[in-house]
């Protein structure tokens, strides 16, 4: 490496670099100094706070803070009651569904339903074919009902007709209304 051209630009002076030099120097005190201003200010903010606070808990009986901290502690229990309210899962919507939704002539003897993932295996029995085809329909239509992840079929004695289905329903059927 020419070390020569090293000595060469130490011996010669730019005087842009020393006015880049002497501003960042400059830039660098009035961020140290601006710094300290606002962190003074924002002590004294703090400080204004801390006694507005000791102010406000002098105003005020001991009944009405009682009262104040009783409020709070409604509004506390208020906010954890509609946590549970929300995650709370009600599977009687999921009978009125069944009772809106089956034809007179379609029987559903077994019934399991499981309201973690939302399904409901049927075991059911109508007279012919025509039947179950219209109780299809009518469960298809309805929007509570997603899919149908299941469906057999057999003839049985006497000529009834025995299926089973699996049914995905909505999450927002298990919800309270």
Do not use: C
């Amino acid at each position: 490496m020419p070390f020569e051209l090293l000595y060469a630009l130490k011996r010669k002076k730019f005087w842009w670099i020393d006015i880049l030099f002497y501003f960042f120097i400059a830039f660098f005190f009035l961020t140290i100094i601006f710094y300290f201003v606002l962190d003074i200010g924002v002590s004294a903010q703090r400080h204004k706070i801390e006694k507005l606070s000791q102010d406000i808990e002098k105003f005020g009986t001991e009944e009405q803070k009682e009262i104040e901290k009783q409020i709070f502690d409604y509004q506390k229990k208020i906010a954890e009651v509609s946590e549970l309210v929300k995650l709370h899962k009600i599977p009687s919507n999921f009978f009125e569904l069944i009772e809106k939704t089956t034809l007179p002539e379609v029987y559903f003897p077994t019934v399991t339903l499981s309201t973690e993932n939302f399904e409901i295996n049927l075991r059911g029995q109508t007279e012919n074919l025509e039947n179950l085809a219209k109780q299809l329909a009518v469960l298809r239509e309805n929007e509570n009902i997603k899919d149908i992840k299941r469906f057999e079929t057999k003839l049985g004695e006497e000529t009834k007709v025995t299926f089973n289905l699996t049914l995905l329903l909505s999450p927002e059927l298990f919800l309270w209304k």
